[in-house]
């Protein structure tokens, strides 16, 4: 009989934090600029230059923590991390080790087995390194500083997962989360996001810890799930055949859907940590984390509830809507308009859902305007223009942000319901379609479907279909009668 293992996963998430200029100077954090011109003294290492700590960054980090749970650090300070790579300018990053601002929190997730809890084991400050840009037809590599000093979170979780779906329902927690609070967009394909996935297998029943590696290189979530498949077969493989699982860091190639070696995993005394002398301890008062609570918005369990006492939404509806925090937003702002819930949410539901899916986009990539959304409700409820005509009409909503009114005038595609137009284009499809008449007259109820259907393309989709499939049943009756 073969033997059964347990995955036994931890995470380390960074997260670049909202702010509009970086954790330790007053250069943006604006992403996208030419290379090297977000940049100062500070922020390339310059011998001589001090850093300043941007306050917006604590109170991100510690929203961060309250959301998540944790136990703040009354006294937190920074240190620096040592290590040596092109693109880490003073050869150090400023990071916390020994007092990080918060610690021993925990997430709920929803798994297959029911809710979990994964346990943070601690969330620090610190700042980001620079990028370095491999130049192919050179042979050469280039370094951009403009991400030097973004301020960033990591999020330390306990090896509390077991699964990729675990893991996958862990990160779409914490982005949620940080999203609704305003900390970063969470971006993956950006780097606003990352994981590190740290991964072990054990016999199953065992309690004692395999060896770990550390995955790197994951910017999607489809690839973190496809490394941890991945790695977990590796690691078998390793321990079935009798070999020892070394402890490194592996890189994840998402092309080739296999992972190499970079380097050996490092410990904290590698790094030879030691407080930064130029940055003063942090001290966070009771009544800065009470001002931080207070501004804590509403988040996904309260507007779940919400949206079903207040709109009157189902349930799985209210939890979609919510899902994500762009998305809910658009929600309340259209219904603000429009005063119709239930339109607005068949619509972003329907609708969005299914170009975003076509588009392999997110929900945070939806840059049309609720005014826009309220305007097309507005038209089909008056009767300006048929469902039919209104899908074509979201579409383009949803790809130019159009002013619907405007679109649908310009372009002659208001409802026809002048019955005496209906009628006439009826009896030229009856006429047309002699086969289908006979096929109602002996009793084939689907053939007025067809019928309905033509009159409706002659019409070129404009019309009522409520009228016409009254005329021409009534042509019809009156044909037979």
């Not at 969470?186 to 996001?193: A, I, P």
Request: some cysteine; hydrophobic content about 35%.
């Amino acid at each position: 009989m073969s033997r059964q293992y347990e995955t036994v996963i931890g995470l380390e998430v960074h997260v670049e934090l909202a702010t509009s200029t970086k954790i330790f100077c007053g250069c943006s954090t604006a992403f996208g600029g030419a290379p090297n011109t977000h940049t100062c003294p500070v922020c390339t290492g310059m011998p001589g230059s001090l850093p300043v700590l941007n306050r917006q960054v604590v109170e991100y980090a510690l929203a961060v923590g309250l959301a998540a749970n944790c136990q703040i650090n009354r006294q937190c300070r920074f240190d620096r991390k040592n290590y040596f790579y092109p693109d880490n300018p003073q050869n150090y990053q400023i990071s916390q080790l020994y007092l990080p601002v918060c610690y021993d929190g925990w997430v709920e997730i929803e798994t297959a087995g029911g809710r979990k809890k994964i346990g943070i084991h601690e969330i620090h400050m610190e700042e980001d390194a620079g990028k370095l840009i491999h130049d192919e037809w050179e042979d050469c590599s280039l370094v951009d500083f403009n991400r030097s000093g973004v301020p960033l979170i990591e999020i330390v979780s306990e090896p509390d997962m077991r699964s990729g779906e675990e893991v996958i329902a862990y990160l779409d927690k914490l982005r949620m989360m940080i999203q609704y609070l305003g900390a970063s967009d969470c971006k993956l394909q950006e780097g606003s996001m990352r994981a590190d996935v740290n991964l072990s297998v054990r016999e199953a029943g065992s309690t004692r810890m395999g060896t770990r590696t550390e995955m790197k290189n994951l910017n999607s979530f489809k690839a973190i799930a496809r490394a941890i498949e991945g790695e977990r077969k590796r690691q078998i493989e390793l321990i079935e055949e009798g070999k020892e699982v070394v402890q490194e860091t592996r890189r994840w190639d998402d092309n080739k859907e296999c992972s190499y070696a970079m380097r050996s995993k490092e410990d904290a005394q590698d790094y030879r940590y030691f407080p930064d002398p130029d940055l003063t301890p942090v001290v966070i008062s009771d009544q800065w984390i009470k001002e931080i609570k207070d501004r804590q918005p509403e988040m996904q369990p309260e507007k779940i509830i919400r949206y079903q006492k207040e709109f009157g939404l189902p349930e799985y509806d209210a939890r979609i809507l919510t899902g994500s925090k762009h998305m809910a937003d658009i929600f309340e702002e259209t219904v603000a308009i429009c005063e119709k819930p239930k339109e607005a949410s068949n619509w972003l539901m329907v609708e969005a859902m299914r170009l975003l899916k076509e588009l392999e986009q997110d929900p945070e990539d939806m840059a049309f305007s609720p005014g826009n959304l309220a305007g097309l409700i507005n038209l089909v409820d008056k009767g300006v223009i048929n469902r039919t005509t209104a899908k074509n009409v979201f579409e383009e909503i949803f790809v130019h942000d159009t002013d619907p009114e405007a679109y649908v005038e310009e372009r002659g595609l208001k409802m026809v319901s002048d019955e005496g137009a209906l009628q006439k284009a009826a009896r030229e499809v009856l006429e047309a379609n002699p086969q289908s008449v006979a096929d109602y007259r002996s009793g084939k109820e689907k053939a007025m479907g067809f019928l309905v259907g033509q009159t409706m393309r002659l019409m070129k989709g404009k019309a009522d279909p409520g009228l016409v499939n009254k005329i021409v049943k009534d042509l019809l009756t009156n044909r037979l009668s």
